[in-house]
């Protein structure tokens, strides 16, 4: 009997404990799945909790009760639908990577996005982040989805995956007021970034900014730090494909459509930073919405406009100017610079009539002075400015000798008309007009135009050596044929002034130019041999220098001069078939050539059009710069290795 006395007594003390639980659990609500504490923030008198609500409960607005580190408040509650006063921003930061190009995971990204925008709150600020080889704030948060689907339906890819950096710049955007998300997309690891996971997380807990990561067709292993980031920033890491991912980006705007935003006075004396924040909504099934969170309290933040407003100007700071005049402003210097160069080109002389052909052969003084005045009574009147331009560069050039003579050989081997004055006002508008094209290119970059002020020194000194060169050509193609005629005008029983002038009348140029010029010092009293040897000096023709010196000889010694200038016409024409022959059989080194000298500028201008971020690096860092320099260096070794082996004197 004592026995059973004593298993009864230990039946009783287990069954009253678990009568009065179930007493307890039946008087009791029943939980359904937590919500969330998203943001808590102190108006000074009152406090504001936004609460995430889970999907598809239907809570009783009028039930809400709160308590504030166990203090009981008088809370109200409301949704968030449509507004809210507490301001709301999400950052979409996208990655744009070339490996999204993959299985369409770039257009189903772009048109998660698109429906992320159709599916958030109207009241809620949206941002967008890039982030490839470079991070690229393509948005600032805003409540103008028309902006928002602009941007995504612009969004391109490139190399790289800066993912830590892009983190970083999201949350910097996000800001640091109201309740700040950042809903990130990625399909792989980071590969460039400068920051570290450490720095990004670090950045995420700073900024106070939840975190959503959705994953697109991820291995474990690269789940790992997206879900340690995701952490820093109390969120989650959703793994989705491409069919599914307009899926999950609605759902995560429909989580901030569901949120609920509960107001209540704050206690008397409260002036904590961090508090137990507990807020219930009871739901049509008889359960309740617990969320529960020891938060941070934040000062009163503001919604943003429903646009952006434009910019307007204070009045008492008078006149701001818009950023287009900056640009209007370069283009009438240009159009300036353009039009000094237009007005510097000398006119076209008139064609001379028969009359004034005469008198120009003609021997008497009076008749060229006559044809000189008519001459100058003819041209147009001269712009003062441009004459007094015209006067310092003439003074300039006859302070310094040696850069005038150097100027007018220059002139002079490529046959132009222009004086060495006006010449070194094309070159300084040639300058000047480069920087202003590298301003305007660059977008104001000081780098960019100095490079093409660089441009605009190098390219008259160029033109003048091509003009000279091509000029060079032209004489010695046309050489044989000349001497050919000047021998048969001997042969025809003319003096050599007036087979000379045969050729002035009936010869190609550039050498009836020259050959006029033969005639006109051989009048003053040069030697025709000596006016000849400056004609050979000045194109640096080897091949007339060798007909001067006969042509010298024969004055000397005597002789058949038009079999002698046959003669040396003949050998002309062989050497000039050798050069032909050889310049054929060397085309393919030559082309070679060009193009391994082309190809690296080519590349890096092509690069620069069409992708200017990817040679940014080249720039923005020191050791860019050392690679630059020794690109050119080595560049420039091998070019003048290579002309020189493709070179064949003949």
Known sequence: MPGQQIVRRGAALLV????????????????????????????????????????????????????????????????????????????????????????GRFEAAQKAASTYLDTVPDDVEVGIVTFDSTVDVALEPTTDRAAARTVIDGLSLQRNTL????????????????????LLLSDGADAGSTASIEDAVAAIKDAGTRVTIVG???????????????????????????????????EQAEALADQVLVTAPLPDGFSAKVATVEVSLPTSDGTAVVARSLATIEAASTPGAAAPLPTIADPDTGFTAPGWLLWVGVGVF???LVSVAVLLVPAKPAPMSIADRVTAYSTRVTGVEDL???????????????????????????????????????????????????????????????????????????????LFMLVGFALPPFYLRFMAGRRKRAFDAALPEVLQLLSGALSAG????????????EGPEPIASEFKRVLVEARIGVSIEDAFEGVAQRFESKDFGWAVMAIRIQRQVGGNLAELLTTVAST??????????????????????????????????????????????????????????????WMTIGSFLMSRMVRVEA
Not at 35 to 55: F, K
Not at 171 to 178: F, P
Request: proline share 3%; charged share 20%.
């Open 16 to 103: 009253g404990p678990v009568i009065a639980l179930f007493v307890v659990l039946a008087g009791a609500p029943a939980y359904a799945e937590d919500g969330g504490i998203a943001h808590v923030e102190s108006t000074g008198d009152g406090i504001r909790i936004l609460v995430d609500v889970p999907s598809g409960s239907q809570v009783d607005l009028a039930g809400v009760t709160a308590t504030l580190d166990g203090t009981a408040l008088d809370a109200s509650a409301s949704h968030t639908t449509s507004e809210s006063a507490v301001r709301r921003t999400t950052v979409l930061a996208i990655d744009t990577s070339n490996s999204m190009r993959k299985q």
């Open 494 to 505: 003319l003096s050599l002034a007036q087979a000379v002038d045969t050729v002035v009348r």
């Open 334 to 336: 240009a159009v300036g």
């Open 216 to 250: 697109l067709d991820l291995a474990e292993d690269q789940l790992t730090p997206l879900r340690t980031i995701a952490d820093s920033g109390k969120g989650e890491v959703i793994t989705s494909s491409g069919a599914a991912l307009a899926a999950a980006f609605a």
């Open 372 to 450: 000189a005045r008519r001459s100058s009574s003819s041209k147009p009147q001269a712009d003062p400015v441009l004459d007094q331009a015209k006067a310092a560069a003439a003074e300039i050039l006859q302070r310094n000798s040696a850069l005038n003579d150097r100027m007018t050989r220059r002139l002079t081997a490529a046959g132009s008309e222009f004086k060495p004055s006006e010449w070194l006002l094309l070159h300084i508008g040639a300058v000047l007009a480069g920087g202003v094209v590298g301003l305007l290119l660059g977008q104001g970059s000081i780098v960019l135009g100095l």
């Open 572 to 633: 002309m024409r062989e050497r000039q078939y050798l050069r032909r022959h050889v310049r054929a059989l060397s085309a393919e080194g030559r082309l070679s050539a060009i193009i391994l000298c082309a190809l690296p500028i080519l590349f890096a201008l092509f690069l620069f059009l069409t992708n200017r971020e990817f040679l940014h690096p080249l720039v923005a860092d020191i050791r860019g710069w050392i690679l630059l320099g020794f690109g050119v260096l």
């Open 163 to 182: 993912l830590y950096d892009g983190i970083i710049a999201a949350t910097d955007v996000a800001g640091d007021s109201g309740q700040r998300s950042m």
